[in-house]
């Protein structure tokens, strides 16, 4: 679930030092929760699924450098993707779905997921992942104040294609922390 959290104390002085203040996440494997934050002031709340015990999500922080839009999926060299397949972008079976933020290259990242019923529980291979909708606007907000906004159009349409992988890095990386 979404939620939207504003600034109340300080009036348009406070509302005008968060505005200013760099963009900043922190994961919660426990709470299973991404929170945006600007300044001290969280803007975002996300529901994510977080690592299992046998495939934890790496605690510590981190830099966003880099995310790639409409991501084909390779399987990983591990024993739970033995016998999986490559998808390509666009594949209704791809399970990064629209968007993946690396965190911890190469093998970490905040990604979508069709399967929106482990948001909230440990249920994956170490990434974090989101509703499809809400990784997607995660991740604007993230080239935005990363230092490559796009306009609307550009996402439109290579949202519309989802044929073709699209790398973007970050000019000032964002950072995160990922806590127990």
């Not at 490559?86 to 190469?106: S, W």
Request: charged residues 25%; contains cysteine; glycine residues 8%.
């Amino acid at each position: 679930a979404l939620l939207v959290c504003s600034p109340v104390a300080g009036g348009a002085q406070g509302a005008s030092a968060v505005a200013a203040a760099p963009l900043s996440l922190r994961a919660s494997v426990s709470e299973r929760m991404l929170y945006v934050s600007r300044g001290d002031s969280v803007i975002r709340m996300y529901d994510v699924a977080v690592g299992t015990d046998e495939y934890p999500t790496p605690r510590g922080a981190f830099r966003i450098r880099k995310i790639v839009w409409n991501p084909s999926w390779r399987p990983p060299n591990s024993k739970w993707a033995k016998d999986k397949k490559a998808k390509a972008p666009g594949d209704p079976e791809n399970p990064m779905k629209v968007v993946k933020i690396f965190f911890k290259e190469p093998d970490y990242y905040v990604h979508g997921t069709g399967a929106e019923e482990s948001l909230g529980s440990a249920a994956s291979h170490g990434c974090l992942r989101m509703a499809s909708d809400e990784v997607a606007e995660l991740a604007k907000m993230i080239m935005e104040h990363g230092g490559e906004p796009r306009e609307e159009n550009w996402f439109m349409r290579l949202l519309h294609s989802r044929r073709d992988e699209k790398v973007v890095y970050l000019k000032n990386p964002i950072a995160i922390e990922v806590t127990g």
